[in-house]
T-cell receptor, first 114, second 111 residues
Framework: ETGVTQSPTHLIKTRGQQVTLRCSSQ?????VSWYQQALGQGPQFIFQ???????GRGNFPPRFSGLQFPNYSSELNVNALELDDSALYLC?????????????FGAGSRLTVL | DAKTTQPNSMESNEEEPVHLPCNHS???????IHWYRQLPSQGPEYVIH???SNVNNRMASLAIAEDRKSSTLILHRATLRDAAVYYC????????????FGKGTLLTVNP
């Protein structure tokens, strides 16, 4: 089975620009979550998608938005980039079932905002 | 989400067992205890999870206290590839996919 793949792996943007990050879920998974990881910190939950709808959101402003497609892949969009948006953005997929939730993470997209 | 407390760092020697502690005194009855680890330049990797009973898998063992207020991740024989940040996380499962990561424990493995 293939894991979670993210693209691009690295990118540099300037303040005020917009960025789109992409994620392909692990085969058989139907739920996608996005996390932001600043240097030296643990990942912070941004939001999750199930059945192409956002159904959970962390403490992030509306300029962070996302999409989930019918094939369960996903995009994270960030508008009006700020310097503090520089971070590793992680995508995680899982299969929505009852009981414990086990997430499979991608390697992340490293965003630098200048 | 209930909070977990872990030591900032621990050190071990190669091929020796490692016991990584986690305190979660406010755990609720429906919270699963999850462990993930993050190797340098990679995303977090699932290690193990449990609810009440001790659990074993090919990567590690999870020992859960009888009152569930603490747990210990056990790596039976540490290797250099086990050097990583280890996160102890509580999650109630079901539709709750949010994992609340703390700073974790940085494990250093000496050759």
């Amino acid at each position: 089975e293939t894991g979670v793949t993210q693209s691009p792996t690295h990118l540099i943007k300037t303040r005020g620009q917009q960025v789109t990050l992409r994620c392909s879920s692990q085969s058989g998974h139907n739920t996608v979550s996005w996390y932001q990881q600043a240097l030296g910190q643990g990942p912070q939950f941004i939001f999750q998608y199930y059945r192409e709808e956002e159904n959970g959101r962390g403490n992030f402003p509306p300029r962070f938005s996302g999409l989930q497609f019918p094939n369960y892949s996903s995009e994270l969009n960030v508008n009006a980039l700020e310097l503090d948006d520089s971070a590793l953005y992680l995508c995680a997929s899982s299969n929505r079932v009852t009981g414990a939730n086990v997430l499979t993470f991608g390697a992340g997209s490293r965003l630098t905002v200048l | 989400d209930a909070k977990t407390t872990q030591p900032n760092s621990m050190e071990s020697n190669e091929e020796e067992p490692v016991h990584l502690p986690c305190n979660h005194s406010t755990i609720s009855g429906t919270d699963y205890i999850h462990w993930y680890r993050q190797l340098p330049s990679q995303g977090p990797e699932y290690v193990i999870h449990g609810l009440t009973s001790n659990v074993n898998n090919r990567m590690a063992s999870l020992a859960i206290a009888e009152d569930r207020k603490s747990s210990t991740l056990i790596l039976h024989r540490a290797t250099l590839r086990d050097a990583a940040v280890y996160y102890c996380i509580l999650n109630s499962g079901g539709s709750n996919y949010k994992l609340t990561f703390g700073k974790g424990t940085l494990l250093t493995v000496n050759p």
